[in-house]
């Protein structure tokens, strides 16, 4: 059984920064690839962008490229998304995922989830 349990959401003004981390717990997640996910209002859920096991590859979302982050720390069993230059079109509910097999983009190559935190970026 694997627990992920993001933190860092909140309420930001366009062009502000924040920090949202991804703790995993009852396992190592050292060997999977991890993600983080989306959802909006009004609309499903979608890929931001993803890490594999090493954290060498990382693959990002277009509306995302270039002003988001991920890394992660297999040590202390973390992920962490750094969100620069904010947009109103970013406010949602931003998921960690552990990933098992399929690819990257795909919600279905997820096993385990987060609950979720809320980002509000007000324009």
């Known amino acids: 059984q694997v627990q992920l349990v993001e933190s860092g959401g909140g309420l930001v003004q366009a062009g502000d920064s924040l920090r949202l981390s991804c703790a995993a717990s009852g396992r190592t997640f050292s060997s999977n690839a991890m993600g983080w996910f989306r959802r909006a209002p009004g609309k499903e859920r979608e890929f931001v962008a993803a890490?594999?096991?090493?954290?060498?590859?990382?693959y990002y979302a277009d509306s995302v490229k270039g002003r988001f982050t991920i890394s992660r720390d297999n040590a202390k069993n973390t992920v962490t998304l750094q969100m620069n230059s904010l947009k109103p079109e970013d406010t949602a509910v931003y998921y960690c995922a552990l990933h098992y097999s399929g690819s990257l983009y795909d919600t279905r190559g997820y096993g385990y989830w987060g609950q979720g935190t809320q980002v509000t970026v007000s324009s």
């Open positions: 890490i594999n096991w090493s954290g060498l590859s990382t």
